[in-house]
T-cell receptor, first 110, second 112 residues
Framework: GEDVEQSLFLSVREGDSSVINCTYT??????LYWYKQEPGAGLQLLTY?????DMKQDQRLTVLLNKKDKHLSLRIADTQTGDSAIYFC??????????FGAGTTVTVRA | DVKVTQSSRYLVKRTGEKVFLECVQD?????MFWYRQDPGLGLRLIYF???????EKGDIPEGYSVSREKKERFSLILESASTNQTSMYLC???????????FGPGTRLTVL
C-alpha cells in the first residue's frame, strides 16, 4: 500500500487541545479516516473525510485536510483522560484496501 | 450497530501447530479483512475477501491462508505457526466497495 506516516507519541494536559498529524503519499486517495484504539480493544471509527472536503467537525473532533500537501490532522478539543488511546490515520484509493499509519499513542496527563 | 466478533481474545500456541482464527459479522457485509498489528508498524493487510469463496492477497500473505465458506464468517489459518507470527490479529468487515470498515476486538496470538 501507499505510505501513511504519523508521529508515534503525543502527550497532552487534560483540558488542552490535542492535534494529531498524518501525511500520506497517494494523490488518488478518496477517503481518509481516523480510528481510535483503546487498550486491549479493536479499532473504533472516529470520523472520516472525503477528499473533496477541507474540514469536518463533529462535536469535539475537527478534521482538517490539505490535499495539496497530502496532510491530514485530527484536533480533539478539551482533551479528557478517556481520550488516551492509539489513533490511526488511514486512507483508501481503491475499492477495498485501507493503508494505515503506525498509530499515534496519545497520553493525557492530569 | 455492526458487530464483528472474533473467536478468541488471547491464544497461545506452539511452533508448528496449525492455528485457526475465526471472525463473524452480523450485518450481511460483502467484504471481510484480516490484519495484523505490530508496534510501530500499524496495521498490515494479510488477506481480504469480497464475496463468498473469493479471496485476495493483501500486503503480507506469506505463511497464512484464509477461508470464506459463508458470507458472515472469515477464517484465518496459520498452517504451521512460527514465533514471528506472534502478533495482534484484527478482523474487519465492510458493506461493499470503499464503505467504512468495522473492526472486531482482536485476537492476541502468542507462538512459543
Amino acid at each position: 500500500g501507499e505510505d501513511v506516516e504519523q508521529s508515534l507519541f503525543l502527550s497532552v494536559r487534560e483540558g488542552d487541545s490535542s492535534v494529531i498529524n498524518c501525511t500520506y503519499t497517494d494523490s488518488s486517495s478518496t477517503y481518509l479516516y481516523w480510528y481510535k484504539q483503546e487498550p486491549g480493544a479493536g479499532l473504533q471509527l472516529l470520523t472520516y473525510i472525503f477528499s473533496n472536503m477541507d474540514m469536518k467537525q463533529d462535536q469535539r473532533l475537527t478534521v482538517l485536510l490539505n490535499k495539496k500537501d497530502k496532510h491530514l490532522s485530527l484536533r480533539i478539543a478539551d482533551t479528557q483522560t478517556g481520550d488516551s488511546a492509539i489513533y490511526f490515520c488511514a486512507e483508501t484509493s481503491n475499492d477495498y484496501k485501507l493503508s494505515f499509519g503506525a498509530g499515534t499513542t496519545v497520553t493525557v496527563r492530569a | 450497530d455492526v458487530k464483528v466478533t472474533q473467536s478468541s481474545r488471547y491464544l497461545v500456541k506452539r511452533t508448528g501447530e496449525k492455528v485457526f482464527l475465526e471472525c463473524v459479522q452480523d450485518m450481511d457485509h460483502e467484504n471481510m479483512f484480516w490484519y495484523r498489528q505490530d508496534p510501530g508498524l500499524g496495521l498490515r493487510l494479510i488477506y481480504f475477501s469480497y464475496d463468498v469463496k473469493m479471496k485476495e492477497k493483501g500486503d503480507i500473505p506469506e505463511g497464512y491462508s484464509v477461508s470464506r465458506e459463508k458470507k458472515e464468517r472469515f477464517s484465518l489459518i496459520l498452517e504451521s505457526a512460527s514465533t514471528n507470527q506472534t502478533s495482534m490479529y484484527l478482523c474487519a468487515s465492510s458493506k461493499q466497495g470503499r464503505d467504512t470498515q468495522y473492526f472486531g476486538p482482536g485476537t492476541r496470538l502468542t507462538v512459543l
